[in-house]
């Protein structure tokens, strides 16, 4: 008998006795035993089998957030984790649909008033996953409320509330996170390009005969916002040659599956390096969002398999992981794009004098986006070679921002082409640095509105969109059209992850033709849209460095100001496109 036919013939023997009764004995990771009940026994039946608990909702429809609590064993009041940085819980959802299962960790009060944190996970049907809380961060590892670790009172799992009648999920296994392999990563790195995460060694035992999906992994939670890539130590501590694949896992998706570029021998140790980009050039085709996320914020595993077929069982011993922050030489300005073509040079910006070149770029306009933020001349600073938008609180006005702002409206416009430019991104919470393009239809068009719709063939290009709080590494692309309102469309990727040059700087531009528009970073592309809709009105330059953006990181006026810094920017035309 199967082990999921034996759950379900178990579960339905609960179901005809009319109890949601738990027997007791089996062990959840590094918790002492738990009592466990349903949140709801009319909603939820709840089953424990060996080495994991299953609850299945029967009768959700209309109920709210069904699901299981788990408690400490009498006399016991709550668990001491006072050595555990968060829990990490293997879950696996047996259902036939998608399930949202939220991991919830409480102090002892009223949870009314936010004693507890949580996060959530949607686990595909059929699909394992790992669901991590850290203490004092929930929902995306923002702050939260601060829990006390000594005094852990319950630890719940539920779902949404149900469209169905009935969906499962399972718990493989709860344990704390802490002070052994996989510990917890947060804090500063004082500058380190390299930390090293893994406290102790931890093995790894690959079957002859599981497919390379049988990944064997261990949970974590580590921030490595300030890095580029990890670094896994692997020791073939068994008998036959392994070529190991490692994967990390993260709270929005997975890295690429990087395979070791050649096996490892029995007592022989190899590096796997994993980057945090997603794809080698990672270039996706597609009028819908894409499929794919990487957050660097919130690493909640390292997947280990063999590549491939072994001829015996073998073991590899994971003997260190590093975060490495990798920088790139700092090459000299591009001379020509990236990309092949007879190309003539139409705008050149080195920002070499003392003020901003007016006959092509302007320094105001009403700021629609963030309105906590003033733009002011004496805000956009040309020295050295460069030009600064410099954010800085507003004397005299609580909670307001000024800052500076380079556009070419009115002045400058080229449709399709290669645009490019040199930027070093501001570190201060709470900011939106932003290189950008808008439709610019000239004057007979009407007002600015009017000029900048991107209806009627015009697209808003988001080159680099960056939120300080996702560190210096990771940025967002984007196209919009067809208007701001109910008729608007867009297509993003906001894990596009970076390497700086050794002065700081990223290289980000756009190649734009006729029914194309491809991002790139550092010479490489990065997200396309091929597609008759691209943009094909004339458009202009814009730079802007405000608070604000979606992951709702508030900007603090004691770490101000903060400098957007623009090296240079270069445009191109492709002669057979010149008008």
Known sequence: MNNELSVCL???????????????????????????????????????????????IVQAEGGEYPGIVLAPKAPRQVWDLSEATGITARVKNPSTTPVTLTLRVDNPGNWEDNPWNAESIEIAPG???????????????QPGYPVDPSQISQIMFFTDNAETAWHAFQVMQISPVGGQAGARFYG?????????????????????????????????DWDLRQFT??????????????????????AHGSSDRIVATKSIGPGRTAFVYVPFAVGQTHVWQTTLQPDI?????????????????????????????????????????????????DWQLTLEENFDGDAPNYDVWSTHTDNYWDARTTFSDRNVIVENGYARLRIEAAPGHDGKFMSGFLDTYGKWTQRYGYFE?????????????????????????????????????????????????????????????????????????SEIYAQLDEAGFITAGLLWLPGE??????????????????CDVPSLIRFTNITGGWDNTKANPIDLPADFVIDYVRCWQRKDLIQ
């Open 10 to 56: 178990m579960a339905a023997a609960i179901w005809a006795m009319g109890s949601s009764a738990v027997a007791e004995g089996a062990p959840l990771g590094l918790l002492d035993g738990a009592t466990v009940t349903a949140t709801s026994p009319q909603e939820v039946k709840v089953i424990r089998m060996t080495g994991h608990l299953r609850a299945d």
């Open 127 to 141: 699909e394992e996953a790992d669901l991590a809380v850290a203490f004092g961060k929930s929902y995306g590892g």
């Open 229 to 250: 890539h990890v670094r896994v130590v692997l020791a073939n501590t068994g008998k036959v040659s392994i070529t190991p694949a490692v994967r990390l896992h993260s």
């Open 517 to 534: 528009a491809t991002y790139y970073c550092n010479g490489l592309p990065v997200a396309s849209f091929k597609h008759p809709r691209v």
């Open 293 to 341: 996320g990487f957050d660097s914020r919130r690493i909640s595993a390292v997947a280990i398999d063999a590549a491939a077929t072994l001829s015996a069982p073998g073991q590899l011993q994971v003997q260190g992981v590093q975060a490495l922050a990798s920088l790139l030489p700092v090459e000299p300005a591009s001379a020509m794009p990236p990309v092949p073509g």
């Open 421 to 493: 430019a040199r930027m070093q991104l501001p570190k201060a919470a709470g900011l939106w640095p932003a290189f950008w393009m808008m439709p610019d239809r000239g004057r007979g068009a009407g007002d600015r509105g009017a000029r900048e719709d991107t209806l009627d063939g015009g697209m808003e290009f988001d080159i680099v969109e960056h939120l300080t709080g996702w560190g210096p590494f990771r940025y967002n692309v984007a196209y919009h059209w067809d208007g701001y309102a109910d008729t608007h469309k867009s297509l993003s990727h």
């Open 188 to 220: 500063s790195t004082d500058g380190r390009k390299e930390v090293e995460l893994l406290s102790e060694s931890w093995t790894v035992d690959l079957p002859a005969d599981r497919p390379e999906s049988e990944a064997r992994t261990f949970a974590c």
